[in-house]
């Protein structure tokens, strides 16, 4: 069947959409030994020899989901100019070549999904499904409960306003605050760059939960595939009958987000203007 080139890339387990685009705009894409630059030039995946950088495209029939804890110090990428330890390393007898869908700086851990579905990727990363993404951010001393409120609200960036986000404080220390940010939006070092806006000062930080998923018990540099029912609900598909929309499971209504680590706290919670997907 005749496809859009983008598509068979994508759905290769290349990369994503937006980036087989540009494979084929830089001129790294052929099709039956001739260069395509178009992007609506369509292809046969069947009949047609697909090549990206000079290599056959393999056509992969197993659609593998991993949910991977990231540990600190390791890179989202396929591969790094410096070397460093790459997410990938960390995927010991996987099948087939996976991408990260998004990305987690350097230095930030937690759930870190990774696929060959360029579909599935494509469907999670469009912004008309905003996933909510919740952080744990362990910052320096004491938060005030107006710096809380300033980033549930929405701060000013240099690329613009942050949507509405749901803020919360989780536990409270000695030396350091925990707090729970939970966003939809998915900008380049987003919490780092909301937290510096309200001079928080980030100590470590965390994704606990993507969507209807939670990172769990699972260990720091560990992986486990997902089940049919959370690719299917991640990416909104009905479940028995009633759109889930990648919304948490766990999910009742008003409760604030708490740490595993914590008893929670009798300190204000801050949601801004849209609240939803929150933990109990
Ligand atoms: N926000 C950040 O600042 N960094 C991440 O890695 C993810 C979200």
């Not at 009958?241 to 499971?249: K, Q, Y």
Request: proline share 5%.
């Amino acid at each position: 069947m005749l496809e859009r080139l983008q598509k068979i890339i994508s759905a290769a387990g290349i990369t994503s959409r937006r980036a087989s685009e540009t494979l084929i705009q830089n001129g790294q894409v052929a099709v039956n030994g001739v260069v395509v630059t178009e992007l609506g030039t369509k292809a046969d995946p069947d009949k047609d020899t697909i090549t990206v950088d000079g290599k056959p495209l393999k056509i992969s029939a197993q659609r593998i989901h991993i949910l991977l804890n990231k540990p600190p110090g390791y890179i989202t990428a396929l591969k790094d100019s410096q070397s460093r330890p790459l997410v990938t390393d960390l995927l010991k007898d996987v099948p087939d070549r996976v991408y990260p869908v998004g990305r987690l700086d350097y230095n930030t851990e937690g759930l870190l999904l990774l696929t060959n579905d360029g579909e599935w990727a494509n469907r999670l990363m469009h912004p008309r499904h905003e996933i909510e993404k919740e952080y744990h951010v362990r910052v320096r001393g004491k938060v005030i409960d107006q710096q809380l409120k300033r980033m549930a609200d929405g701060v000013e960036l240099e690329d613009g306003m942050t949507a509405p986000a749901v803020v919360n404080l989780v536990k409270s220390g000695e030396q350091n605050d925990w707090i729970s940010v939970a966003i939809h939006e998915g900008r380049n070092r987003q919490v780092r760059r909301m937290c510096e806006a309200v001079s928080l000062s980030v100590v470590r930080l965390k994704r606990i939960r993507y969507g209807s998923l939670v990172l769990g018990t699972l260990r720091s540099g560990q992986f486990r595939y997902l089940t049919d029912a959370e690719v299917r609900e991640l990416a909104g598909e009905p479940q028995n009958g009633a759109a889930s929309a990648g919304r948490p499971r766990h999910e009742t209504g008003h409760k604030p987000a708490r740490s595993d680590k914590s008893g929670g706290s009798d300190r204000p919670k801050h949601s801004g203007g849209k609240v939803s997907g929150r933990r109990q």
